[in-house]
């Protein structure tokens, strides 16, 4: 049984009923064979927030990388402004230094079993959707077997990065910004993602 739990105070967005094609050990002996078959999966939206410092456009370094987890969708955004920041004047960093900092942000949708599995006030813990789950459509075990073989083939899709064409990523503060133009990237990236303030 998969047992990582991941917990959130981000709402259910979307749920659905994904034909999958797993490999289970059918008769005690490690061979595994593969079954197809139907999973309730559901995704809920979190936040990461990367900060790194540039050189002539070029990423240097990542200093720190935050997530929501249970604190609330988007609560990591503006933690990480305020470490970019003090990063900034801790290393005398300003729109006129050849040294840049950048807060880049990512909404993802995670895939999670739909039924909490414990629930701490408002923070719900959910059984993360397996990383061998893959959704079955004609021609996964095909494509499958060929990778497996060394040939060339198509990597199927799993079922946990099924919403990837969700994602949403973009700079929402810059050391090379005034604090007008930073406020703006943070809100058009909040409003992109659904994210109240």
């Given amino acids: 049984m998969h047992d990582h739990v991941t917990f959130t105070r981000s709402p259910i967005i979307a749920t659905e009923t994904v034909p999958v ?4 050990d059918v008769d005690g002996t490690g061979r595994r064979q593969p079954m197809e078959i139907e999973r309730e999966v559901a995704w809920f939206p979190e936040c990461e927030a990367h900060v790194g410092f540039y050189h002539g456009g070029r990423l240097l370094k990542d200093a720190i990388q935050l997530v929501d987890h249970s604190y609330g969708l988007g609560s990591c955004l503006s933690s990480a402004i305020r470490d970019a920041e003090r990063f900034a004047e801790q290393y005398s960093v300003d729109g006129n230094s050849s040294l840049s900092l950048e807060v880049t942000a ?43 073989s060394g040939e060339e083939a198509s990597m199927p899709t799993t079922v946990s990065r099924m919403k990837e064409d969700s994602t949403l990523t973009g700079t929402i503060w810059s050391s090379r910004n005034s604090d007008e133009a930073n406020a703006s990237l943070l809100a058009a990236f909040r409003a992109m993602a659904g994210i109240a303030v």
Avoid: H, Q
């Avoid at 719900?124 to 021609?139: I, L, M, Q």
């Fill in 21 to 24: 094609l797993v490999f289970v």
């Fill in 106 to 148: 990512t909404m993802k949708l995670t895939a999670v079993l739909p039924s909490p599995v414990e629930t701490i006030r408002e923070v719900r813990g959910y059984r993360e959707v397996p990383s061998d789950w893959y959704r079955n459509s004609e021609g996964t075990l095909v494509e499958l077997r060929k990778l497996w």
